[in-house]
């Protein structure tokens, strides 16, 4: 498990992955804002669409801080 988990593929994976929740996310905010515009009840869509986004940076640094150390 360990060598998959190391391996090449396996990040770019996760990196198409992430790129996959930062769309996602975007798409959730903006259909929300769309639908319902800026009140309250839009507040749990923007906010898992900010998380998902958020995600999606994370998953992006942690594989460029990998292919920096290799």
């Given at each position: 498990m360990k060598r998959l988990v190391r391996s090449e593929t396996y990040a770019r994976t996760r990196l198409i992955n992430s790129g996959l929740f930062?769309?996602?996310g975007i798409v959730v905010v903006v259909r929300t804002v769309g639908v319902?515009?800026?009140v309250w009840?839009?507040?749990p869509g923007c906010v898992l669409g900010a998380a998902m986004v958020a995600l999606g940076a994370v998953r992006v640094?942690?594989?460029?801080?990998g292919r920096a150390r290799r």
């Open positions: 930062v769309l996602l319902v515009g800026f009840q839009a507040l640094r942690d594989y460029v801080a």
